[in-house]
């Protein structure tokens, strides 16, 4: 069994040249997935059949001579608050069990249009709230590097699917580093694509101003092939805009010399004190090899990044309220009643759904929106945080006058224990660094850049403005070659390889 | 006006009843310490309350996006019911939307 230790990219070239079926391709990472998932606990569904059939498609289309999209048949994963029609879409939360969603997000018609085998549905906070895949219902995903730890969140499942090598490369989505964030915990590429380029319909709405789906990989170019598939303008989405995603493979595979004069401005506000020495040791090498490639590389300061994580646990949670009202047991998804009420009312229904159906980092959240929504605290609340919002894009606007490109540690530390029970305010520092792309819609990239004393993968962000994709996927690349001496691109071995003692 | 940084069980309860979700005893009491441990750190945000900036409500430029007004697709009506709770008639049932008096 090789080819799920190959690049999505490889698998296509195979597949073209007829060394290898999309058949083969499936069965190898179901084989990978039916060995690992009982331990990585990285899909909560498996899709076995639909798989399958897709993959037989595209084997008997290219006997035939038929076109086919040149990834046609690599096998993909999708993280469940991705609507998959006729299978179940949970988003990891008690309320939707066994919902059978009736559409396909745009995403997955993208995908089935181009026919890649969907293998899965892979783990996530619920409602993709939280930084360590603890929240879901499913139970915890572990982190393929070391199991006893997290993979991070809220796209965990999909960037253990990824490191665990059971699939190529899958979709997350990221509204404050939710795939920025497990990349780097899992030492794969995760981007943030500019808010806008990839259609966020079918993807269960967040913060409807923040959200992104985008890809994860354990290369930049996989990564750019998948966003190009998912990306571009959907009438479904009035938020979506075309343009961010078309043409930024090329860059990816050949980046030239894009370093050679790049002016790379390092964030004063995201280095420094809460930040673990693994992850500045590697970010100085990065530095350095960035200077010795030509860029110019210099220290940009930000105050408003200081501010964006309070803007951030604002908006989102007041949007999240907005969102989330939807889920109230009535045309969808599961009812509960109320103890002890014997003919409740609508209302009390819903509201005894959405208490036994939601957990409780859901209602935290929802509580907390509520609140900066209300009238008496709406002017220092929501509309404050509207305000740093401008202040954060109108910084970076300026800075990116001065800079192509900014670069941060994704994350202030390496992956932590799973059970760790951070408190509220200790989790939301994990987004320190990664909430500002979301505010301002830019386009980010998680890429893994070394390894700390224990091991354990650390990532630098690379951050574009928004509409640049193209430019991120080139010179992340072209970074990646120049680190490819410091770092293993697969820094790890897949979990099996360790003797297959996974955790206890 | 001051930002609240201290939460009662009774703040929490009425902030329940507007988002519709039935908290227990022990969550109300949780809430109120969470909710009074993260909007304390909040006060720099607080404070751009009086920043005479305009607040930013979408990032992408784009407002009131119209398509023309013709039925495409369409959902499957069977479909849909198929996923609801409870169905009579092809139509959702819910409890009695009115308390008695």
């Known amino acids: ?62 006997s035939e001579g038929g076109d086919l999209h040149p990834l046609a048949g690599v096998p993909v994963a999708v993280k469940d608050n991705i609507v998959t029609r006729g299978l179940e879409t949970t988003c990891a939360s008690k309320i939707l069990e066994g919902w059978i969603p009736p ?30 895949t603890e929240t879901s219902i499913h139970g915890p995903t572990r982190n393929p590097i070391d199991p006893q730890r997290t993979p991070g969140g809220s796209s ?98 050949n980046p030239g010399n894009v370093l050679d004069g790049l002016k790379v401005g390092v964030v004063e506000q995201t280095r420094g004190e809460g930040y673990a020495p693994g992850v500045l040791t590697a970010f100085e090498k990065t530095i350095g090899a960035l200077e010795a490639a030509g860029a110019q590389v210099t220290d940009v300061s930000l105050p408003s990044f200081e501010g964006a994580l309070g803007a951030y646990y604002v908006i989102m949670p007041a949007e999240a309220y907005s969102n989330l009202g939807r889920f109230d047991g009535v045309e969808y998804g599961q009812r509960f009643y109320p103890d002890g009420i ?32 209300s009238a008496e605290n709406f002017k220092t609340g929501f509309e404050a945080a509207e305000k740093v919002r401008t202040q954060t894009v109108h910084e970076t606007a300026e800075a990116f006058e001065d800079v ?74 072209a970074v990646e070659q120049a680190l490819s001496g410091n770092v293993n691109p697969t820094p790890f071995e897949p979990i099996e390889a360790k003797g297959g003692e996974a955790a206890k | ?55 930013t409500h979408r990032v992408t430029g784009l407002t009131n996006v119209l398509r023309p007004d013709l039925v495409t697709e369409v959902l499957d009506r069977a479909e849909l019911l198929a996923s609801a709770p409870d169905t009579l008639e092809g139509q959702f049932v819910v409890p009695q939307i009115l308390e008695e008096a």
């Open chain 1, 1 to 62: 069994m090789t080819w799920m230790d190959k690049t999505a990219l490889e698998m296509a070239a195979a597949l073209q040249s007829g060394e290898v079926t999309s058949v083969e391709l499936v069965e190898e990472s179901l084989e990978r997935i039916a060995q690992l998932n009982p331990t990585v606990n990285a899909f909560v569904k498996v899709d076995r059949e639909g798989a399958l059939r897709t993959a037989e498609e595209v084997d008997a289309i290219r």
């Open chain 1, 103 to 132: 559409y396909d997000a745009t995403v997955v018609a993208k995908l089935k249009d181009a026919k890649l085998p969907i293998v899965g549905k892979t783990n996530l906070d619920e409602f993709a709230m939280g930084s360590t």
């Open chain 1, 156 to 253: 965990g499942g999909s960037a253990a699917a990824v490191a665990a090598y059971m699939v190529p490369f899958a979709l997350g989505t990221d509204t404050g580093g939710s795939i920025r964030q497990p990349a780097a915990f899992t030492g794969i590429v995760g981007v943030k694509p500019t808010y806008g380029a990839v259609s966020r319909y079918g993807a269960v709405a967040l913060a409807s101003s923040l959200d992104q789906v985008g890809p994860l990989a354990r290369n930049v170019a996989d990564a750019a092939a998948l966003q190009e598939i998912i990306g571009g303008h959907d009438p479904f989405d009035s938020t979506s805009l075309p343009g961010s995603s078309e043409q930024i493979l090329a860059g990816a595979t």
């Open chain 1, 342 to 373: 014997e003919n409740p009312t609508a209302w009390q229904m819903s509201a005894a759904t959405r208490g036994k159906g939601f957990g409780t980092e859901v209602k935290r959240r929802i509580i907390l929106g509520a609140h900066v929504l």
């Open chain 1, 404 to 477: 192509d490109v900014l670069l941060t540690p994704t994350t202030p530390t390496v992956a932590f224990a799973l059970g760790a029970e951070l408190d509220p305010i200790e989790m939301y520092q994990n987004d320190v660094a990664t909430v500002p792309a979301n505010l301002i819609g830019a386009a980010a990239i998680a890429l893994p850049n070394g390894n700390d004393e224990d091991g354990m993968p650390v990532s630098a962000q690379i951050m574009v403005p928004a509409g640049s994709d193209a430019l991120l996927y080139q010179v992340a690349a």
């Open chain 2, 1 to 55: 006006m001051g930002y609240m940084s201290t939460f009662s069980e009774s703040d929490v309860a009425k902030l329940a009843e507007v988002a519709c979700i039935q908290l227990d005893d022990e969550e109300l009491k949780q809430f109120a310490k969470d909710l009074a441990d993260i909007t304390g750190t909040l006060t720099e945000v607080q404070d751009t309350a009086a920043s005479s900036v305009a607040p």
